[in-house]
């Protein structure tokens, strides 16, 4: 994920201070060997969102591990996974078998306004963790722009920033983050390169050409931005995450803080609701 | 007013009241040179009586003796002293002119401003730097800097390389009551900390007060730094400036009317920014990054009985890269009335103003944006010193200032832009506060001061810094305390003394700071309904001892200090443009304690101190770490600085400096999760963990032009070098994950200077 320059998301700030920092210091970095205490009670963390879009909806069980561990998560199998909306129980089955990956049929799309509850059930004991949905407003328009603000190496891809047009929904408390496909493949599936913003600079205005993410991507491609709306609960996970380490580092970090879940029993991560518009445009010659 | 019903009673005025009867001696002592007041400056009378007082901060002194035939003796350090016979047969009004001792008589000769005023007198806990010290301790980037001077002392903590943020025994960077000539400094760095915003120019004295504070002092929990700007010279125009690596300095002083009134007028800006052009990084190439600013002070005296002073600071920083601007900055000013009632009342009348203020904005078109946020202090304050008697120095006054906190406002800059605006709702507070103390000596060997503050807070009208309960009108309590201050020094013999202090402080305003460094942007907030006021009481004794006819002064101090109230953020807070900031807030007790040491050596051609702390501070917040005690952030186990200056030649001196400290506390994570492609640490315990050890040597050399004996112009070149060994000292700790084998974390330390030298051309005419 990217610091998006409304000031809402306080990175704009943040930024501009590491660049300060930067600027007066010339910082250095180097790796260091430390001891850490033993971690010893693993626990079950939930990845999962449930949209509006008719897809297989994906809800991924890891267990946590010690932190110099240099291993890929292990991956939670025979659990029993179901996303109910109060009238509908859709169960989810795990495929393949040991990737800890669990989806729903590929036809399962939630709507806007009911509130989505996750069940899983795993070694004994039983998880629980509930999302309302909002719904989005649609992407009345989309632009892409050249980024000359990087120096670019030899043989990378030509970098374009998203803009979008749309308006915020009337009543505060939106929450977006967007997601960009280049002919169809998604940049990174990563929190690295999703943006997220709150309306709260914003609140119910005409939004005209604001970035909200970056492709790379050569004239010609199809671009595809998925717009969310996402809660308040998930907007604190994302940045939580990204506060605690891919923005770590600068002069003013925020102190060292266990990222919040929304899932009950002590496991952790975040399941989420979200409504989806989506808008495709090409990248211009 | 009418609700202060306090009875202010003076139990020991009527036990004074035996040496009644005598005659009043009194004046101002002032450099001969310049004209500037000799702040502490010692008169000492030999006779029927024998007994002595110090000048206050406008260097008025006054004793009221016995009548009859005295020896006076008039003394300041460095300053040659004046001594005289005096028949006391009446008040008698004598203004002294002490002349700057000459560097050979310096060494020898001179007395000190008291020399054994650290023995005698009865306030601890307490140190005293000159100007002059301060230049000669290394400085980065050869600015002089009046807080890195005061981290060298002991019980004076610093968070991190370069910072200028002090923590004074286990008090946080907010605690500090920071006073520009009576102004309150709200922010007292430039440039991220690296440099602090008073410009040794334009400043003459610096008084630390680390516990045993003095009843007119209040507002904040642990500590006052008294910061007099110099009054101007009122003997002749004189220019004196300095080219430096990182920027440059320019003061003029003149006399209005000789010996009667005079000015100041200092400046400074630096030009760091200057060298950005030369990065190959495109961003920093266009980057805009300094700081300026300017002292001014004026005085005129009216008559014997009438002086006024007006000074005031302005300074900013600013700082543009790609569209954003930040910019910030302090502004203060003062005006002063002295009046001596009589030669046993010194009045001080003051008016006082301070704001800080920072902007941040963007002019990209479609989230253009401006984002402001203020605090603004209006000051009245009256002080009185009553000398009763020679045994009996009554203090007393009162304060009351208007506080305006501006938490944020964000305003789209064009009609393009998106950003709708929010303005987070201001606040208006009312501080008022009142004390009176009296220092009595109990014959020769035991002295006791004995006074309390008293202090109240209130918020004006209706405010919504926090969600409010519908049904609940907006509540402003009122705040009162009660700050006993009680101090007492017990002579063992002439080279030493015992001395004990107690002191309840409560601070009423606090700083939203929730990073490891302070920021420009961390946010000053009042008490409120749901805030409470801080309160701190702390306990002090120490040991004093001169040795080698007081050339050399030894103490040892010990401290408990208990802080209530005590505020801390919760874990993932949110403290950016918040309307809800008090949600953020929590609360709980810190304690600190520890023992200081100190050796100094302030005349001759070596001079020098080393200092060791010994401390410990923690603190127990509710809802931070599970409710469990944790380490402070600046708790530092073992403190060591030593510095020292010598005098080679006539022209050749040389300085150096060695501080060590315990590495600070940090939170290590012991596990971690994936989510979102991200390894996301899991952690232990709050601050349960340290950084290496932080150790690091300046040097520097000054040499003296050798036409400076024949000329007006004179001139000097200094060469400092900051980390002389090139310690790589630690930073920061963060924890990555590795770009090429996603799996993979590893742990990485952040340093931020290797050596770093620097020279500066100081001149003078």
Known sequence: MKPLKLPSSSKAVSKALLLMGVLALTSCTERIETELAEYTTPKLVVEGWITDQPQPQRVRLTMSAGYMSGQAAPTVSDAQVTISDGQQTFPLTEQPLGSGNYYTAADVAGSPGNLYTLTVVSGGKTYTSSDLMRPVAPIEDLAFEYDDDIEYEDGELPRYKVLVWTQDLAGPGDHYRWTSFVNDVPEIDSLKNIWFVEDLLFEGADVNGVQVGTVRATPGDNVRVQQWSISAGAFDVMKGIMEQTEWRGGLFDPPPANVPSNISNGALGFFGAASVKERTGVIPY | ?765
């Open chain 2, 1 to 765: 007013m009418s609700r202060w019903t306090i009875p202010l009673i003076l139990p020991l005025l009527c036990s004074g009241a035996l040496a009644q009867g005598g005659f009043t001696l009194s004046g101002n002592i002032k450099d001969k040179a310049t004209g500037e007041d000799l702040i502490g400056a010692l008169v000492q009378v030999t006779g029927p009586t024998t007994t002595g007082v110090s000048a206050n901060t406008y260097g008025f002194y006054s004793l009221t003796l016995p009548p009859g035939d005295y020896t006076v003796r008039y003394s300041f350090m460095g300053y040659t002293r004046i001594e005289q016979p005096l028949k006391l047969d009446r008040d008698i009004r004598q203004d002294i002119q002490l002349a700057e001792a000459t560097n050979e008589l310096k060494a020898v000769e001179v007395t000190s401003r008291g020399k054994d005023k650290n023995i005698a007198d009865v306030q601890m806990s307490s140190n005293h730097m000159s100007i002059e010290t301060m230049k000669t301790i290394p400085a980065f980037m050869g600015e002089v800097d009046v807080i890195k001077a005061l981290q060298m002392l002991p019980g004076v903590q610093t968070m991190g390389e370069g910072g200028s943020g002090m923590y004074v025994r286990g008090g946080g960077v907010d605690q500090n009551l920071i006073l520009l000539d009576e102004a309150p400094v709200y922010n007292a760095a430039h440039l991220l900390g690296f440099f602090s915003v008073f410009n040794g120019d334009a400043i003459k004295d610096v008084q630390l007060y680390k516990g045993g504070i003095p009843a007119s002092y209040g507002g904040r929990l642990s500590s006052v730094v008294d910061i007099r700007m110099k009054d101007g010279n009122n003997q002749k125009f004189n220019v004196e400036g300095g080219l430096g690596t990182i920027a440059s300095r320019l003061t003029v002083q003149a006399p209005i009317v000789k010996d009667k009134g005079s000015f100041i007028v200092s400046g400074r800006r630096t030009y760091a920014d200057q060298f950005l052009g030369l990065s190959n990084d495109k961003g920093l190439k266009h980057s805009k990054l300094y700081f300026y600013d300017m002292n001014m002070k004026a005085n005129y005296t009216l008559n014997e009985n009438n002086r006024v002073f007006a000074s005031g600071y302005f300074g900013r920083d600013v700082f543009k890269n790609q569209g954003i601007g930040l910019d910030w900055g302090n502004a203060t000013g003062t005006v002063r009335w002295n009046h001596v009632f009589n030669a046993k009342l010194f009045a001080n009348i003051t008016g006082i103003y301070s704001t800080f203020n920072y902007g941040a904005g963007s002019d990209d078109r479609a989230d253009a944006f401006e984002w402001t946020s203020s605090i603004r202090d209006v000051s009245g304050k009256a002080d009185f010193n009553y000398y009763f008697n020679p045994n009996n120095t009554i203090k007393f006054g009162g304060q009351i200032s208007v506080h305006t906190f501006a938490p944020g406002k964000v305003t789209g800059e064009s009609d393009e832009s998106a950003v709708t605006g929010l303005e987070l709702p201001r606040t208006h507070s009312v501080e008022e506060a009142f004390y009176i103390s009296n220092e009595q000596r109990f014959g020769s060997r035991f002295t006791a001061t004995y006074g309390v503050r008293i202090s109240a807070f209130e918020n004006l009208g209706t405010r919504g810094v926090f969600e409010e309960d519908p049904e609940q009108p907006d509540a402003n309590p009122r705040y009162v305390n009660w700050e006993p201050r009680l101090g007492a020094k017990y002579a063992l013999t002439e080279m030493s003394s015992i001395k004990a202090s107690y002191n309840r402080t409560a601070q009423y305003l606090h700083l939203a700071s929730n990073g490891n460094s302070s920021t420009p942007f961390d946010i000053w907030f009042p008490t409120s309904e749901r805030v409470k006021p801080e309160v701190a009481d702390q306990y002090a004794l120490g040991y004093f001892r001169n040795f080698s006819n007081n050339r050399y002064e030894f103490s040892v101090e010990g401290y408990y200090k208990e802080m209530r109230n005590a505020v801390d953020f919760k874990d993932n807070a949110n403290l950016f443009l918040n309307e809800s900031l008090e949600d953020e807030v929590r609360f709980g007790t810190a304690w600190a304690y520890g023992s200081e040491f100190m050796v100094r050596k302030q005349e001759g051609k070596l001079t020098g101190m080393l200092s060791y702390t010994l401390s410990h501070s923690d603190r127990r917040i509710d809802g931070i770490n599970d409710g469990k005690k944790y380490r402070s952030k600046y708790d530092k186990t073992h403190n060591v600085s030593l510095m020292a200056s010598y005098k080679l030649t006539k022209l050749w001196s040389v300085g150096a400096s060695w501080v060590y400290q315990t590495g600070s506390p940090i939170t290590m994570p012991i596990g971690r999760y994936e989510y979102g492609g991200q390894i996301v640490p899991i952690y232990s315990e709050r601050n349960a963990e340290r950084m290496p050890d932080y150790h690091r040597m300046d040097l520097s050399v000054t040499k003296a032009s050798r036409k400076n004996e024949t000329r007006r112009w004179q001139s000097e070149w200094v060469f400092s070098v900051y980390n002389a060994y090139a310690r790589k000292n630690t930073y920061s700790i963060n924890f990555r994950q590795d770009k090429d084998e996603p799996n993979k974390t590893f742990a990485e330390k952040t340093y931020l200077f290797s050596i770093v030298p620097s020279i500066t051309y100081n001149f003078k005419f």
